[in-house]
């Protein structure tokens, strides 16, 4: 996907609560090596910076649109860019932090047990990732894609949810972690502005079915796709309008 930091960050608010309370859950005073993988366009890894300021922080993400964003914002992190999904670190990390990038990946079965063995003794795993797949916001991506030309092409871009139930994380991790905390919020986040929650998915996961339209035909899927979630979430009369989303949790701590 072509990331685009100007639009992920229209909504950069709501997008960073779920980071802070992640980070809050984290009870480690003093590590050594910080990893924000999946780190975008470093609004985030600049709350490892101020949490942990003599750690050594490092941001990984394959983006390098985002990466140059994040270079240019924030000072105190090493950057590299890097597909996740292969990240092979030299040495254990004390917190692997991953906030809203590890629902973009496959085999999560491998992937979790993966990362926490990427850990130092006691070390930690933080991750935060969207489960909001089943709401009207993302099922009606599914059916403006069945609705129009364009099926053909992007039907195989559609498959199940990404992300698992929490009980399934569980299991992945149990023997990899001495301790496990799992967790799901649903935030009721209050957009404002035309089409919000269409322009919430246009900046990550409506995005990827954008790109492989001709222009006009993205102009006419995201129209199509704005009406369906318009009437989902109309305005209130002040024009606010209320975009509940839940969230998936895991913080995992590595034995001594």
């Known amino acids: 996907m072509r990331w685009s930091p100007e639009q992920y960050l229209r909504f950069a608010e709501p997008?960073?609560?779920p980071a802070l309370d992640l980070l809050a859950r984290v009870g480690l005073a003093a590590p050594t090596r910080v990893c924000d993988l999946g780190c975008g366009a470093g609004n985030v890894t600049r709350l490892l910076v101020q949490r942990w300021p003599r750690a050594d922080v490092?941001?990984?993400?394959?983006?390098?649109?985002?990466?140059?964003?994040?270079?240019?914002t924030l000072q105190g992190a090493r950057w590299m860019r890097h597909d996740i999904a292969r990240w092979h670190p030299d040495e254990p990390f004390d917190v692997i932090f991953s906030n809203a990038a590890l629902h973009w990946l496959p085999n999560h079965e491998h992937l979790l047990p993966s990362l926490a063995a990427r850990l130092a003794p006691?070390?930690?795993?933080?991750?935060?990732m969207p489960r909001n797949f089943d709401a009207p916001s993302h099922t009606a991506i599914a059916d403006?894609?069945?609705a129009g030309p364009w099926a053909?092409?992007?039907?195989?871009?559609?498959?199940?949810?990404?992300?698992?139930?929490p009980a399934a994380y569980f299991e992945m991790l149990r023997k990899h972690a001495a301790e496990i905390d799992i967790w799901e919020t649903e935030y009721l986040q209050v957009l404002t502005g035309d089409d919000p929650v269409k322009e919430w998915t246009k900046g990550t996961w409506l995005k990827r079915f954008l790109d492989p339209l001709t222009p006009p035909e993205a102009a006419a899927f995201e129209a199509a796709y704005a009406e369906r979630v318009r009437a989902t979430y109309p305005p209130l009369p002040d024009g606010r309008t209320l975009f509940p989303f839940r969230r998936l949790f895991i913080v995992a701590r590595r034995g001594d």
């Open 15 to 17: 997008r960073l609560r």
């Open 58 to 72: 490092v941001g990984i993400d394959d983006s390098a649109a985002m990466l140059e964003r994040a270079r240019h």
């Open 122 to 128: 006691g070390g930690v795993l933080a991750v935060q």
């Open 144 to 146: 403006t894609v069945h």
């Open 152 to 165: 053909g092409r992007l039907a195989t871009l559609l498959g199940p949810a990404p992300v698992a139930e």
